[in-house]
Structure formats: structure tokens, C-alpha cells
């Protein structure tokens, strides 16, 4: 997949699979071409070149409507300039599968209700969504993305805003708790390495390196894409890879290296 905009490639031939029930996780710095790549995915932006298919079916040939019933999203920002409810904001979730006069049933606040649950916030199903904190408006879009039953869940940054509990939580029920499929873009490499089945590298457009996290996270690739010094070991409880970053190199940095390399 290709998607280009006035004379510049931010996605250039990037060919990624995810199968079903798998959590594949999109990694890489800022720039990379992640949130794109998503956008791509979720219907956003059209690609430029290639296309994106679920089970077959290109999703840029879909209705929206359509679309929506398969494919549920959580954006970066988390931004609704809406005055409604969170319980409201939630239900949103059932219009993909609704007549457009259609009010909601039972069962549709059911759903709602318990997915409200699910991520922590049905204590506050009643306020304003406008007024919920940053952390607060990202669990509730986890919620009202959960009530659409989507086949596939794509999520830009799900754990922006959220306190270390609340990112456990909910990259918990994304990734091992939910039927859907997931398709994610995170920053932090541990949490990727935890929760993502694979991963795909990403630096200025491109894949660079892609599969199991076990495999992918080096010392060698995170030096080439990020720019850090890093060990990486298995964490002794989930066998899952741990990426520690060296701050200053470690102890046999470069003197004359760039003092202004990214550190995650």
C-alpha cells in the first residue's frame, strides 16, 4: 500500500498481514508513517496505490455504514466536540448496525452497559463527554468501539492518556479478551512486545523489519531505527521480550555520537 500527498510518499509499498485473531502491533518512531498507514486501513484516507482487504473485500469500496459494521477504530487524539453523555458517545456504537430511525433496544444498552464496565468508566456513563479527562475520553472510545463488534479493531495510540493500570487494562481487553482482530500502532516497545502477536518496524514509509517481537526488538534495531542504546532480555515471569534503554549510550558510548538521539 501506497499513500502519497502533494509530491511526498508518507506509506511506500507497505504489503502487512494480519490474520484472524492475531494482535499485530505497528511500531516505530515518530514520522514513521503509523497513523497513515491506519487511516488507510480504517477509511480516512484513500491509498494512493494497493488497497486495503478484509476477508477479501476492499475497504475504500465499502460505504461507510458498511465499513462500520467490520471495522471499529479508536483515533489518536480521542476528540469529540459533542454534547452528549459518555453512555450516548458509547451507544454510537450500535448505528453501523441500525436503520438510521432505529432507536436502541435492550439488548443495545446491554452492551453499552457492559462495555462501560469493561473499561472502568460506568461510573461515569452519565457525564458529559466533553468534560471526561484525556485518559477518561480514550477508555470511553475503547468502549463505544467494542459495542460495534467489529471483525477488526484498529487503534492509533489506544494507551495515550492512560495511567500504567489503565494501559494494562485496556490493551488487555483489546488483545486477548476481544474476539476482533486487532491492528494497533503503540510507542511503547514493551507493551508491543507483550500484547502484539507480531510487529511490524516502520521508518519513513517503510517496513524495515517485521515479525515476532522476540525476533524484531534487538539491540541492533533499535540502534538503526531509534537511535538508542539498548539491552534486550526476557522478562522472567512472561518470557516476553524487555527492552531497557541506555540513556547516555552506555558505558562504551560514543564520545562524539549525537547528543540529540531520540530516547523512547
Same mark, same amino acid.
Given at each position: ?9 508518507? &506509506?511506500?509499498? &507497505? ?21 497513515? $498507514? ?9 491509498p494512493?496505490?494497493?488497497?486495503? %482487504? ?7 469500496? $465499502? ?6 459494521r467490520?471495522v ?16 450516548e458517545?458509547?451507544a ?9 430511525? #432505529?432507536?436502541?433496544t ?9 462495555? %462501560? ?6 461510573d461515569?456513563a ?15 472510545? /475503547?468502549?463505544? @468501539? ?7 479493531l484498529?487503534?492509533? #495510540? ?5 495511567? &500504567?493500570?489503565?494501559?494494562?487494562a485496556v490493551l ?12 494497533? @500502532? ?15 518496524? $516502520?521508518?519513513a514509509g517503510?517496513?524495515?523489519a @517485521? ?8 539491540? @541492533?534495531? $533499535?540502534? #538503526? ?5 539498548a539491552?534486550?532480555?526476557r ?7 524487555v /527492552?531497557?534503554?541506555l540513556?547516555?549510550g ?5 564520545p562524539e ?8
Open positions: 500500500m501506497t499513500y502519497e500527498t502533494d509530491g511526498r510518499r508518507l &506509506i511506500d509499498g &507497505i504489503d502487512l498481514t494480519v490474520a484472524p485473531g492475531e494482535t499485530v502491533g505497528l511500531v516505530g518512531p515518530n514520522g514513521s508513517g503509523k497513523t497513515t $498507514l491506519l487511516r488507510c486501513v480504517y477509511g480516512t484516507l484513500r494512493t496505490g494497493g488497497r486495503a %482487504l478484509l476477508d477479501g473485500d476492499d475497504l475504500a469500496a $465499502l460505504t461507510p455504514k458498511a465499513r462500520a467490520r471499529a477504530t479508536v483515533p489518536q487524539d480521542g476528540h469529540l466536540d459533542v454534547e452528549l453523555t459518555v453512555r458517545v458509547v454510537m456504537g450500535r448505528s453501523p448496525h441500525k436503520r438510521f430511525w #432505529e432507536g436502541d435492550a439488548a443495545d444498552a446491554a452492551l453499552a452497559d457492559e462495555a %462501560l464496565a469493561r473499561v472502568g468508566v460506568g461515569l452519565r457525564r458529559a463527554f466533553p468534560s471526561l479527562s484525556g485518559g477518561e475520553r480514550q477508555r470511553a472510545l /475503547v468502549a463505544r @468501539a467494542l459495542v460495534q463488534q467489529p471483525s477488526l484498529v487503534l492509533d #495510540e489506544p494507551t495515550n492518556h492512560l495511567d &500504567i493500570r489503565h494501559q494494562l488487555g481487553l483489546v488483545a486477548r479478551e476481544s474476539a476482533a482482530t486487532c491492528l494497533l @500502532a503503540l510507542h511503547d516497545l514493551n507493551l508491543a512486545a507483550y500484547y502484539c502477536d507480531r510487529v511490524y518496524v $516502520l521508518r517503510r517496513v524495515v @517485521a515479525g515476532p517481537p522476540a525476533e524484531v526488538f534487538t539491540p @541492533a534495531l $533499535l540502534a #538503526e531505527v531509534y537511535g538508542v542504546a539491552t534486550v532480555t522478562h522472567p515471569v512472561t518470557g516476553a521480550p /527492552v531497557v534503554y540513556p547516555d552506555g558505558p562504551d558510548a560514543d555520537a549525537d547528543p540529540d538521539a531520540t530516547v523512547l
